[in-house]
């Protein structure tokens, strides 16, 4: 079971962390995702860390502002999202997959999160 929190409503500029924490399965054999989903449109991939955290890919629309990382001892992944911009607005919702190779699509992806909304203000 995948529990996300962190969400609410910041400024433009600003910054929020996103917590995602498993529970039933051990963080190290997964590789975590992160998605999200803007009202009206289509679900979009954010950010994956594979499973030992050596590998991580991020959608080019976050590089630079978004980092991903992991804490195995809380079991838990994070999304560190600074300079937010108003189309940042979403749903961010976490995922978890037992393939072995990295993948930014999230039929690949088994299990989800139940979403935490992010509210940037213009």
């Known amino acids: 079971q995948l529990q996300a929190s962190g969400g609410g409503l910041v400024q433009a500029g600003g910054s929020v962390r996103l917590s995602c924490t498993l529970s039933?399965?051990?963080?190290?054999?997964?590789?975590m995702a992160w998605f999200r989903q803007a009202p009206g449109k289509e679900r979009e991939f954010v950010a994956v860390?594979?499973?030992?955290?050596?590998?991580?890919k991020y959608a080019d629309f976050v590089k630079g502002r978004f980092t991903i990382s992991r804490d195995m001892d809380k079991n838990t992944v994070y999304l560190q999202m600074n300079s937010l911009k108003f189309e940042d607005t979403a749903v961010y919702y976490c995922?978890?997959?037992?393939?072995?190779?990295?993948?930014?699509?999230?039929?690949?992806?088994?299990?989800w999160g139940q979403g935490t909304l992010v509210t940037v203000s213009s």
């Open positions: 995922a978890a997959s037992t393939i072995v190779a990295v993948s930014t699509t999230d039929v690949r992806y088994r299990n």
């Open positions: 039933g399965r051990i963080l190290s054999l997964l590789n």
């Open positions: 860390t594979s499973r030992t955290g050596s590998t991580t």
